[in-house]
């Protein structure tokens, strides 16, 4: 690590003492972009790092609700809103039992440069709950959805703060929030992406992430002259993401073997093809959160219990899953069993190690803020349908998904070629820098 980056991230440590996931993804970013400031004294005199990794705003609070016992729960919201220099706050929420306010600023953090890249003008920020669906009823979702949007309303609005679905939180959540969102303001908006398609939701965007991840990895395919067609694929996860990303693949001639929860994995070998994808829906809206249930109703396939998929021999892996789910390790294993593209649709879900790991084995490895852009992007196109009243066809926002993942690929290779192999965490990091930090510049100090 470079002296500058040490003697800065002293600083950021001692002002966020504790906040690990949060120092990590700042890390990451500081490494990449430090030869960039640099080489730029207006940065520097700006103070445009300093500033760019302190939240604009962070809003906490609490959310009480009766569950069907007639006990009150209490849980605790959160929305960060990071970085409004190219557009209104936009990122995911996230209700998960791990959520804190490290977590949510590293997220946070990581969607400010994630939506730089998509070309679309969206600023940076997410929020949550530590909230656990796992076995609560459809009727105690709807109750913490409504008790989390009564205060959340007055935060968000279509031209300052868009949230939208993570972990967590997919139509069902969406449409809750949404529903009480309407009926405390009286009002009709855009507010929040991922809606339902009756209401103003885009086509694809449920899969968009699923589909990007792969369109991203079908670019890096390209630079050496390849393609899916053949490829073994283990994705993790099994859901939202995963089925956007077994979709995908299957249609582009790769082979899905593995999908996983935090039970453990599946294995099978015959591919997750048709209605194997389609059960993923029907796994994730059980509420168990256990991917085991897939054995028994595809007896070909193996379930290995508290294993991770990185052991299978796979030519592409896609972890789909969570922060930090794919260790040095994991890479290890990977790379002696010969992968060769890494396309990460999990926000920061490969560990600084594993990383370090791919490089030195010159494997190309798409880090997530390129790779899973395609979700927010179509978030971003769903604003712009739902600004024009208008709706596009499912081959029209596609088609943007398409040129969107391609100009994200593009901006990696241009910032992130050293010699005859690609660092696509640099290109990322640096372009997505760029552009937020010359509207920072440009918008004086605010
Ligand atoms: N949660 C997704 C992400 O990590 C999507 C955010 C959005 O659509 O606003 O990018």
């Known amino acids: 690590m470079s002296k500058n980056v040490d003697v800065f991230m002293e600083t950021v440590r001692a002002k966020n003492p504790g906040q690990k996931e949060f120092l990590q993804a700042v890390e990451e970013v500081v490494e990449s972009i430090m030869p960039i ?3 730029n ?3 520097k005199q700006a103070k445009i790092l300093e500033r760019i990794v302190e939240p604009e705003r ?11 016992e007639g006990e009150i729960q209490v849980n605790r ?3 960060v809103e990071f970085n409004s220099a190219i557009g209104p706050y936009k990122g995911g929420l996230r209700f998960h039992a791990s959520v804190n306010l490290s977590i949510l600023k590293f997220l946070g953090f990581e969607q400010t440069f994630k939506n730089s890249l998509t070309t679309l003008p969206m600023g940076g920020g997410k929020g949550g709950a530590d909230f656990d669906a796992h076995g609560k009823s459809d009727n105690e979702i709807m109750r913490f959805c409504q008790s989390f949007m009564a205060e959340l309303y007055r ?10 679905g993570d972990i967590g939180v997919g139509g069902r959540e969406i449409g809750y929030l949404f529903g009480m969102y309407k009926k405390l303001k009286n009002e009709f908006t855009g507010i929040l992406t991922g809606k339902g398609r009756n209401w103003g939701g885009s086509l694809i965007r449920p899969e968009a992430t699923g589909f990007g991840g792969t369109y991203f990895a ?8 390849d393609t899916f067609e053949g490829k073994i694929v283990t994705l993790s996860g099994f859901g939202n993401v995963t089925w956007g990303a077994a979709l995908k693949v299957t249609e582009l001639g790769g082979k899905v073997v593995t999908i996983s929860g935090p039970d453990g994995y599946v294995y099978d070998e015959d591919g997750i093809s048709g209605e194997k994808i389609d059960y993923l829906l029907e796994l994730r809206s059980s509420n168990n959160d256990i991917v085991s249930p897939y054995v028994e109703k595809f007896p070909n396939a193996k379930f290995y219990p508290n294993k991770k998929p990185w052991e299978v021999k796979c030519d592409i892996a896609m972890p789909c899953a969570i922060q930090n789910e794919l260790n040095e390790d994991d890479a290890k294993a990977l790379i002696a069993n010969g992968v060769q593209y890494i396309s990460e649709l999990s926000n920061m879900g490969c560990t600084p190690e594993a990383i370090k790991a791919f490089h030195s084995a010159k494997i190309f490895f798409g880090p997530g803020k390129a790779a899973n852009a395609g979700g927010v992007a179509v978030s971003g196109l769903e604003m712009s349908q739902n600004s024009m009243r208008f709706n596009w066809s499912s081959e029209e926002v596609d088609e943007k998904l398409k040129t969107i993942m391609k100009d994200i690929h593009d901006q990696c290779v241009k910032y992130g070629t050293e010699g005859d192999y690609i660092n696509h965490v640099n290109g990322a990091n640096i372009a997505g820098f760029i552009k937020v930090a010359d509207s920072m510049l440009d918008q004086g100090v605010v």
């Open 41 to 43: 004294p207006n940065y």
């Open 155 to 164: 935060h968000i609005g279509p031209n300052t703060d868009v949230p939208a």
């Open 218 to 225: 079908q670019n890096m395919l390209k630079t050496k002259n």
């Open 37 to 39: 400031l640099d080489k």
């Open 77 to 79: 919201g959160f929305r």
């Open 58 to 68: 962070v809003i906490m609070f609490r959310v009480p609700w009766v569950d069907d």
